[in-house]
């Protein structure tokens, strides 16, 4: 199971606007145990779903295709 913990605009190379979205990994919770946060491994996707990375606190880098995106403030 994941969560989201994170949303951020970002603009493309042809100047669009897209939102890429950081998730973590958590563990289902059990019945009857006692609550517990264990956080996960994270990752990034675009709001369509394709894969992202971190290139640096500003810029991020769409792995299929290469493409940077840069973060707006």
């Avoid at 606007?17 to 919770?29: F, K, M, R, S």
């Avoid at 517990?36 to 606190?57: E, K, T």
């Amino acid at each position: 199971m994941e969560r989201e913990i994170a949303r951020t605009r970002c603009m493309t190379e042809d100047h669009s606007i897209v939102t890429v979205i950081e998730y973590q990994h958590v563990a289902a919770p059990v019945p009857g145990a006692a609550a517990r946060h264990y956080p996960g491994a994270r990752r990034l996707a675009l709001a369509s779903g394709a894969a992202v990375r971190y290139i640096d606190a500003r810029t991020f880098e769409v792995i299929d295709g290469g493409e940077l995106l840069r973060r707006i403030d």
